[in-house]
């Protein structure tokens, strides 16, 4: 009787066996918490956040970039674009961290002046909403990236970074795919930020006003490949399925904490014009 018993179980599992399918990749996998999948993507948005330490209302809006972090998450990019007078240095008062960058200067430049817009301000993928300029104020932020952020992605961002802790050169590789074929010329610019630097904020909600500690969030340090970035594609045309792959090498500075430093990239327009310089997908990476 234990034999006969044997004897089927022994049956059973080789049926079972031999039914079972077995599943090779590529498989469905969860998104990856930084740096991009090979197998899904998902539109991820960027959101600049134009500041500077001196103006007071600012803090309000890096609340609410916080928030919409927290929200959504790494479909999310925030930067933190430190520009205009609010943003110099004000050393009798205690405002002698700077944060000012060229890059800055240039989007200053090509955007602004931002003294003459206001502050706070921001981009949501540089999109021109309202078919004149990007600028949103900070109210108008929630809507437009909710308006957007769920969209299928028109292409699909990986990066890779290698530290080197004794050059403190990072190594970076960013690899690219166009996921629909789309009109204009395209370029691939890759910044780096900082999260969690500590200095002084003018907050005019506070009492004193001037925040000697003040946590400074996703600060733009510099640009990898210039401002505006590489091209990508030419002749007008971006073609579904095209794919591409840059390496850099950037050397950080020393007052900056690699722990706390991302690099971000992002695929936007090449045309001349500020309406012309759409985000299309943008990706971010812990340096180490």
């Known amino acids: 009787m234990k034999k006969n018993i044997s004897i089927l179980i022994l049956l059973a599992v080789v049926f079972l066996l031999t039914e ?39 803090p309000r809006a890096h609340e609410i ?19 205009s007078s609010f943003a110099k240095l004000d050393l009798g008062n205690g405002y002698v961290t700077d944060y000012r960058t060229p890059v800055g200067q240039e989007i200053d430049v090509t955007f602004g002046p931002f003294d003459a817009l206001g502050l706070p301000k921001g ?20 809507s437009k990236i909710a308006s957007i952020i769920n969209t299928p992605p028109d292409a699909s961002l990986k990066i890779t970074n290698q530290y080197n802790e004794s050059t403190r050169q990072v190594n970076i590789k960013v690899e690219g795919k166009f996921l629909k074929t789309l009109v204009g010329d395209y370029k691939l610019a890759v910044y780096i930020t ?4 500590i200095s002084m904020q003018k907050d005019y909600s506070k009492t004193p006003e001037n925040i000697p500690n003040y946590v400074h969030r996703h600060v733009l340090r510099g640009a990898v490949n210039s401002t505006w970035g590489d091209e990508i594609n ?3 045309i971006a073609n579904a399925g095209t794919t591409f792959s840059k390496n850099y090498t950037y050397t950080l500075n020393t007052a900056w904490k690699p722990e706390h430093c991302y690099i971000v990239a992002f695929i936007n327009k090449a045309g001349s014009l500020v309406t012309e310089k759409e985000v299309i997908q943008v ?6």
């Open 20 to 58: 079972c399918d077995i599943v090779e990749k590529p498989y469905k996998e969860s998104l990856s918490s930084e740096g991009g999948t090979d197998t899904i993507s998902v539109r991820k948005v960027l959101l600049e956040d134009f500041t500077g330490h001196k103006c007071g209302n600012c």
């Open 65 to 83: 970039s916080q928030n919409l972090s927290n929200i959504y998450g790494k479909k999310l990019v925030v930067m933190a674009v430190h520009l």
């Open 123 to 142: 981009f949501v993928n540089r999109k021109a909403f309202d078919n004149v300029h990007p600028a949103l104020d900070k109210d108008d932020w929630s």
């Open 194 to 197: 900082e999260d969690s630097c």
């Open 234 to 236: 030419t002749g007008g």
């Open 283 to 288: 990706e971010e990476k812990k340096i180490k």
